[in-house]
């Protein structure tokens, strides 16, 4: 079936450093891909997203591209804030129109002054 | 518009009792999803309702269950509680669009004792 696979944190920066989240996924077919953030307390908040190969997603700073040939949708920053603080997700939506994602375990991201 | 809203926040339940969550889609969406959230399982796809009617479901026991009603609005049900399901559940609904993107609440915490 189709999964997600995310990078395991915790992943420690200084602030002003560059983010990367690693994210693979298998997928029959041409899944959507998305990033959601979850803050510390709060639900997830869609990040970015992209529907198809070599789209780019990008929000805030954030960007991540829809890579068909690694089956990639890594996460960069170029400049992380300590607000960039909070857990990040990975997910696909799953096909065959069943409006369901399957996340990755989530990294967590801490940035510090 | 206000986003998806779950109530209650917070729960506290008592091994053997039964819960029932629920949640208020963002204002015409008919989709809505429900997710458990726990740190040794992640994120898991309990069930997604449309139009009053559950199209899809993840693979958990029939002790879950949940229903729509004509106005969008959802509840999940847990009967016989037990310790693991112990959870934030969070909800979710889906952008009529058809661009797959769903938006979260910001969940019911549920630790059962």
């Known amino acids: 079936g189709n999964s997600v696979t995310q990078m395991e944190g915790p992943v420690t920066l200084s602030e002003e450093a560059f983010l990367t989240i690693n994210c693979t996924y298998t997928a029959t077919g041409y899944p959507s891909l998305f990033w959601y953030v979850q803050y510390p307390g709060e639900g997830l908040q869609l990040l970015l997203k992209a529907t198809k190969a070599d789209d780019k997603g990008s929000n805030k700073g954030f960007e991540a591209t829809y890579r068909k040939e690694t089956t990639s949708f890594h996460l960069e920053k170029g400049s992380v804030q300590v607000s960039d603080s909070a857990v990040y997700f990975c997910?696909?939506?799953?096909?065959?129109?069943?409006?369901?994602?399957?996340f990755g375990t989530g990294t967590r991201l801490k940035v510090l002054a | 518009k206000a986003g998806v809203t779950q109530t209650p926040r917070y729960l506290i339940k008592t091994r053997g009792q039964q819960v029932t969550l629920s949640c208020s889609p963002i204002?015409?969406?008919?989709?809505v999803s429900w997710y458990q959230q726990t740190p040794g399982q992640g994120l898991q796809f309990l069930f997604e309702?449309?139009?009053?009617?559950?199209?899809n479901k993840g693979n958990f026991p029939g002790r879950f269950s949940g229903r729509q009603f004509s106005n969008s609005r959802s509840e999940m049900n847990v009967s016989t509680l037990e310790l693991g399901d112990s959870a934030l559940y969070l909800c979710a609904s889906l952008d009529p669009s058809g661009n797959y993107e769903q938006y979260f609440g910001p969940g019911t915490r549920l630790t059962v004792t």
């Open positions: 204002s015409g969406h008919r989709s």
């Open positions: 309702y449309f139009s009053e009617t559950q199209r």
């Open positions: 997910a696909l939506s799953d096909e065959g129109g069943t409006y369901k994602y399957i």
